[in-house]
């Protein structure tokens, strides 16, 4: 059964790097999405990528976070200066209509 | 501010029994709606999607969805300890392709 793929499992990073999270979302899906989880919270939207552009983004998607395909299957978000409230653990979901499947998650530590 | 609301328990249930969770949502324009599993440090893992009012079965689980009153459920038939879990209760707005607004979850415990 096709699956959403997602690497690192887990990344340490010290406040003020750079962080790439990648997806490889499943082959014909057309609708790309990330969405985070802060311990002990909700899960929050991101942003919404369909047709090589952003449809949708939330107010926590500010000027720090982007978000890439680079080719035809890897699907990446970057945060360019992390924070330590950047913590938490990041899902990628892709969708060919409406039922969103998420992949197993990046856990991002900020230090 | 559209929100999803649900209980957040933990809800506790003998093995064997019903379980019933529930979720309100405020905006009146969602279309469609959906339950999610997550275990404890993992993905939310889809269970259910109802589009329409009424009933909709899957095996041991029943999605209901009532837009008149802003309301859908999940019925959990013959609950088993690996049930145990969250729920987590995702609306979306226009049906198609946009993105979800979770509720916080129910924890919901089966007891041997």
């Known amino acids: 059964e096709p699956e959403v793929t997602q690497t690192p499992s887990h990344q340490v990073t010290q406040m003020g790097q750079e962080v790439i999270l990648r997806c490889v979302p499943i082959?014909?899906?057309?609708?790309f999405y990330w969405y985070r989880q802060i311990l002990g919270q909700k899960v929050e939207f991101l942003v919404s990528?369909?047709?090589?552009?952003?449809?949708?983004k939330s107010e926590i998607f500010d000027d720090q976070f982007s978000v890439e395909r680079p080719d035809g299957s890897n699907f990446t978000l970057k945060i360019r200066s992390t924070k330590l409230e950047d913590s938490a653990m990041y899902f990628c979901a892709s969708t060919s209509q409406a039922e969103q499947y998420f992949g197993p998650g990046t856990r991002l530590t900020v230090t | 501010q559209k929100e999803v609301e649900q209980n957040s328990g933990p809800l506790s249930v003998p093995e064997g029994a019903i379980a019933s969770l529930n979720c309100t949502y405020s905006?009146?324009?969602?279309?469609?709606f959906f339950w999610y599993r997550q275990y404890s440090g993992k993905s939310p893992e889809l269970i259910m999607s109802i589009y329409s009012n009424g009933d909709k079965e899957d095996g041991r689980f029943t999605a209901q969805l009532n837009k008149a009153s802003q309301y859908v459920s999940l019925l959990i038939r013959d609950s088993q300890p690996s049930d145990s879990a969250t729920y987590l209760c995702?609306?979306?707005?226009?049906?198609?392709?946009?993105?979800?607004?979770f509720g916080t979850g129910t924890q919901l415990k089966v007891e041997l």
């Open positions: 990528f369909y047709n090589n552009e952003i449809s949708e």
């Open positions: 082959s014909n899906h057309l609708y």
């Open positions: 905006d009146r324009g969602s279309q469609s």
């Open positions: 995702a609306v979306e707005l226009t049906g198609g392709g946009n993105k979800l607004t």
